[in-house]
């Protein structure tokens, strides 16, 4: 069975600064999707960005990329200059032939 | 949010009695998932479907029942209601014709109180 850690309940950032939340995952699979979601007060679930396993490259959506490290298992979230509608819940989820497994979520606030 | 609706969106029960959460979707998904989300927890995948009348058990199945009868509707029963399941209940789809069955969408979420 999968397993995903984000070890940082809770984070701030300074409007405009930059914020990284961590992900780690313990799987024996060697294809697999990493995904981070944005949670705000309304529930949603929102698709921030993805990765596939077998890319080296990095994935970037405008302010959000990620650092991939497949053989440390670490997927981490890095948000460049934060906005307030940055405040949100994050979740890190590993998927593997269409299953998911999900972290516990990061408290992001960005202060003004 | 892909066309996926939630109904009810909140809903309080009593100990025991059945409640039965609908999931629909306008998109044509092949795979439909159940989800709860608790506080201080990610979610927890409850049941999925990855076809009309081929469902699964997740992690977290017990006391729940699941039916899809139709590519559009995937329904999550609980036969009888107890208080350990208060929860916000999501639905997600996956595997259309424009992307990976590995990337989920998701409902808006249901809201289940049990007395």
């Known amino acids: 069975a999968q397993t995903v850690t984000q070890s940082q309940p809770e984070m701030s950032v300074q409007e405009a600064e930059t914020v990284t939340l961590s992900c780690t995952y313990d799987t024996s699979e060697n294809n697999y999707y990493l995904f981070w979601y944005k949670q705000p007060p309304s529930r949603q679930m929102i698709l921030v960005i993805r990765?596939?396993?077998?890319?080296?490259q990095n994935a970037t959506e405008n302010r959000f990329s990620v650092n991939f490290q497949k053989a440390a298992k670490s997927f981490s979230l890095k948000i460049s200059d934060s906005q307030l509608g940055d405040t949100a819940m994050y979740f890190c989820?590993?998927?593997?032939?269409?299953?998911?497994?999900f972290g516990d979520g990061t408290t992001l606030t960005v202060k003004p | 949010d892909a066309g996926i609706t939630q109904s009810p969106r909140h809903k309080v029960t009593e100990t025991g009695t059945p409640v039965t959460l609908r999931c629909h979707q306008t998109?044509?998904?092949?795979?439909m998932y159940w989800y709860r989300q608790d506080p201080g927890h990610g979610l927890r995948l409850i049941h999925y479907?990855?076809?009309?009348?081929?469902?699964d058990k997740g992690e977290v199945s017990d006391g729940y029942s699941v039916s899809r009868s139709k590519t559009e509707d995937f329904l999550l029963t609980l036969e009888s209601a107890t208080s350990s399941q208060t929860s916000v209940y999501f639905c997600?789809?996956?595997?259309?014709?424009?992307?990976?069955?590995?990337?989920?969408?998701f409902g808006p979420g249901t809201r289940l109180t049990v007395l």
């Open positions: 479907s990855y076809g009309v009348k081929d469902t």
């Open positions: 990765q596939e396993a077998y890319k080296q």
């Open positions: 998109e044509n998904h092949r795979y």
């Open positions: 997600a789809i996956s595997g259309g014709a424009e992307s990976s069955y590995n990337e989920q969408f």
């Open positions: 989820a590993f998927v593997n032939a269409g299953k998911s497994t």
